[in-house]
């Protein structure tokens, strides 16, 4: 695809919080890629890998998983609090 984007140099480098969500049954993406990633990136950076879902569908058995991963990046760079207020304000 162009343009291309090269992950490895962005994560290198300085960066805003990255979540990283890899899965195990990627055929688009090969493991040792995510694994690269999550070897170099420097900080603010959370890694997650899904090991039964497939290249960009988050099967059944991993969502609680997926929905942990979410919840600890949101909370730990802040931006929980941010995401509930923009839910509550939706709801009125």
């Known amino acids: 695809m162009e343009p291309t984007f090269d992950n490895l ?10 979540l ?3 899965v195990a049954k990627d055929k688009s993406m090969p493991p040792s890629h995510a ?9 603010p950076f959370m890694f997650v890998n899904l090991p039964t879902s497939n290249h960009a569908i988050v099967s059944v058995a991993d969502r ?3 929905a942990i991963a979410l919840n600890d ?15 509550r304000g939706s709801r009125k």
């Open 9 to 18: 140099v962005m994560l290198k480098g300085e960066h805003p919080p990255v």
């Open 20 to 22: 990283l969500i890899a």
């Open 35 to 43: 694994a690269l990633l999550k070897k170099e990136a420097k900080q």
């Open 64 to 66: 609680a998983l997926c």
């Open 73 to 87: 990046f949101l909370t730990k760079f802040g931006a929980a609090q941010k995401l509930q207020a923009l839910q």
